[in-house]
């Protein structure tokens, strides 16, 4: 039986590896499971991280929670989530991109502004290889979302 509280804790080791192993437990789990969901708050404490590799984990595992959301403490903070479409860091913008479609399943009111959001991310701010990645990530997820 996994301890998700320790789970969660290694999201914040030093080794990028053991996070990461951490980060795939929790997700898995929050397919099955609310037993991750408890930690929303702190998911989205680490929204603000200065670090690049938190804030993906945190947007990723809170995209794997909305369908437990009961609370709609999701629905409360979808601007500051949404603000990582254009997260300075490009890879981290990226991995939010990819949670969209999740996250407008489990949370159809989000639906719109989640469009809305992907249609006017500008994308400028990244060079122009990343812009082109970025632009096709968000093709993708609008076109998922629309399905």
């Known amino acids: 039986m996994m301890n998700t509280s320790e789970t969660f804790s290694l999201l914040f080791n030093k080794n990028q590896n053991t996070?990461?192993?951490?980060?795939?437990?929790?997700q898995k789990e929050s397919?099955?499971?609310?037993h991750v969901y408890p930690f929303l708050d702190t998911m989205i404490d680490?929204?603000?991280?200065?670090q690049s590799y938190i804030?993906?984990?945190?947007?990723?595992l809170i995209a794997c929670n909305a369908k437990w959301d009961r609370e709609n403490k999701i629905d409360k903070i979808i601007d500051q989530y949404l603000g990582h479409i254009t997260d300075?860091?490009?890879?981290?913008?990226?991995?939010?991109?990819k949670q969209m479609p999740m996250?407008?399943?489990y949370?159809?009111?989000?639906?719109?502004?989640?469009?809305?959001?992907?249609?006017?991310a500008?994308?400028?701010?990244y060079d122009e290889s990343m812009q082109t990645l970025i632009i096709k990530d968000i093709q993708k997820a609008v076109k998922e979302i629309q399905k």
Do not use: G, N, W
Request: with cysteine.
């Open 31 to 34: 397919e099955h499971t609310d």
């Open 107 to 120: 949370k159809p009111e989000l639906k719109e502004t989640i469009l809305f959001v992907l249609h006017s």
């Open 19 to 26: 996070a990461y192993k951490a980060l795939k437990i929790l």
């Open 122 to 125: 500008d994308v400028d701010r």
């Open 55 to 60: 804030r993906t984990r945190a947007l990723i």
């Open 88 to 97: 300075e860091k490009p890879i981290t913008a990226r991995q939010c991109i």
């Open 103 to 105: 996250l407008a399943r």
């Open 46 to 50: 680490m929204l603000d991280s200065s």
